[in-house]
């Protein structure tokens, strides 16, 4: 290899690593800085903190002054592993309407998906400590799933309406892009009121990251009382956070 062109692979090398060097300084800037603006939060409040809960006392507090739909999964039903078949009995096989219910509480399979007794005193709970924090809760919306409609009674105080979108995948073979194509649809026509948030209670898997215009997580699954932060814009849906559980959400307002 002649000089020339050890100089000139010589130069390519210096500018790539020049370019990844900038790129790398510029992503922990960014991350530098948004993590200061939550730690010097924290630190106002003079609350305690780890790199593993800060963006939940962020968001925790974020969400007291509404502007969001949050999209709670149900509490906690006993654990049919069939439960998809019961699912298809409430929420199709009726002659109450399409965005109407069978009703299973009144039904025979009603145990396979309702509530049980524990994700009843778990749904009330989240209510008494919503009520206790002052979240700010606008229009409530639940999909046609007795255990979906139970815990927006016992949490939020009942809902405005109910649709079989929010039902889960599991009853369905559904085309995945129509319903995505629905799912954000549906999310971007709730409505928000003035310093409210939206509540959608629902279930786990109906949220996908296809439905959102900015990254969102790999995993978006949630735990029973779980919910995801969703804002609206001109362009599309946002992801904004997940709390997993509902405790990483309430803790943040019990201190000691």
């Known amino acids: 290899m002649n000089n020339k062109k050890k100089y000139l692979y010589l130069l390519i090398t210096i500018i790539i690593t020049l370019m990844l060097v900038t790129i790398t300084f510029s992503s922990l800037v960014y991350l530098y800085e948004k993590r200061k603006i939550i730690i010097n939060f924290l ?6 903190y780890t790199p593993t809960n800060d963006l939940d006392f962020y968001w925790s507090k974020e969400i007291m002054n509404g502007g969001y739909i949050l999209h709670f999964r149900h509490a906690e039903r006993d654990k049919w592993i069939d439960v998809q078949i019961y699912d298809a009995l409430e929420s199709d ?3 109450n309407g399409k965005d109407n219910s069978r009703y299973a509480e009144n039904d025979y399979f009603d145990k396979a998906v ?5 994700g009843k005193i778990q749904a009330k709970a989240m209510g008494e400590n ?14 046609v799933s007795c255990r979906a409609r139970q815990t927006a009674q016992l949490a939020f105080g009942g809902f405005v309406s109910q649709h079989r979108i929010l039902v889960h995948g ?3 073979k559904d085309n995945f892009k129509t319903r995505i194509k629905l799912l954000i649809n549906f999310y971007q026509d709730l409505e928000i009121k003035m310093g409210q ?15 959102f215009i900015n990254d969102c997580p790999e995993d ?10 969703i804002s609206q814009s001109k362009k599309g849906l946002k992801f904004e956070h997940k709390f997993y559980r509902y405790n990483h959400f309430n803790m943040n307002f019990y201190q000691r």
């Open 43 to 48: 630190q106002q409040k003079k609350v305690l």
């Open 93 to 95: 096989l009726h002659q």
């Open 114 to 118: 309702c509530l049980n007794e524990r």
């Open 130 to 143: 919503l009520k206790n924090i002052g979240l700010p809760i606008g229009p409530v919306y639940s999909s």
């Open 170 to 172: 599991g009853p369905y």
């Open 197 to 211: 948030n939206t509540i959608v209670s629902s279930h786990g898997n109906v949220i996908h990251c296809d439905m």
């Open 220 to 229: 978006v699954s949630l735990d029973e009382g779980g919910f995801i932060v």
